[in-house]
């Protein structure tokens, strides 16, 4: 069965620095994978996707990922976090583009003045 | 419309209670689907409709648990007898379905938030 793990329940930055939130996937093949963002009393707004193209994949507010098939995993990056892009992060898989899509635990993401 | 409709917003049901929540996706789009989004995690998968039939309800937790599309675009999810276990947030999706799917990711709403007392 699909499944998703995200490394980190919770992430602070300082504004500025760095993001990086871990996303690994088991599946038996390459999947179509997802970054959504949640922000609070919102529904899930699409980040970015991975459909078997480029392995780097580039996504709305500066938020890109790579797809690494040896490591099974789609992290999302950006280099320089906003206070804006505090909010839930959730990665998701989908074995096929017929099946249902897999959501991973999330990560909440603080970013700190 | 320009985005994915639910509604109620905020449902407070009292534990026993039916209710009855509803999704209206975006005109033409073809697959929907109800995740059910418990506080602190990440959405659960409940059920699956391609216009009216109702592929995948494997997601559903209990027989308490009814969605329908009857004519292929407003879908409803219906609990019935509601319990405390059954606070959420339900979330729809809606997406072109088929083939085009996963091109395009899934357009949520912003959810009904249910509280049973």
């Known amino acids: 069965a699909q499944s998703v793990t995200q490394l980190g329940s919770h992430v602070s930055v300082s504004e500025g620095a760095l993001v990086l939130l871990r996303c690994n996937y088991s599946s038996s093949v390459p999947p179509y994978l997802f970054w959504y963002v949640q922000y609070p009393n919102q529904g899930l707004q699409l980040l970015l996707k991975y459909t078997s193209a480029a392995t780097l994949v580039k996504g709305i507010n500066g938020f890109e990922a790579e797809f690494k098939k040896s490591e099974t995993s789609f992290h999302l990056t950006k280099p320089s976090a906003h206070m804006s892009d505090a909010a839930e992060y959730f990665c998701?898989?989908?074995?096929?583009?017929?099946?249902?899509?897999?959501f991973g635990p999330g990560t909440s993401l603080s970013v700190i003045p | 419309g320009a985005g994915v409709s639910q509604s109620p917003r905020y449902k407070v049901a009292k534990r026993g209670q039916d209710v009855a929540l509803r999704c209206d996706p975006i005109s033409g789009h073809v697959s929907l689907f109800w995740y059910q989004q418990a506080l602190g995690q990440g959405p659960e998968f409940l059920t699956y409709f391609q216009n009216e039939a109702q592929l995948d309800k494997s997601g559903l937790p209990s027989d308490r648990f009814f969605a329908e599309r009857p004519e292929g675009s407003v879908s409803t999810l219906k609990i019935q007898r509601t319990q405390q276990e059954d606070s959420a947030v339900y979330l729809c999706?809606?997406?072109?379905?088929?083939?085009?799917?996963?091109?395009?990711?899934?357009?949520f709403g912003s959810g009904t938030r249910l509280t049973v007392v």
């Open positions: 999706a809606s997406s072109l379905g088929g083939s085009q799917g996963a091109n395009y990711g899934y357009t």
């Open positions: 998701a898989v989908q074995k096929t583009s017929y099946d249902k899509v897999i």
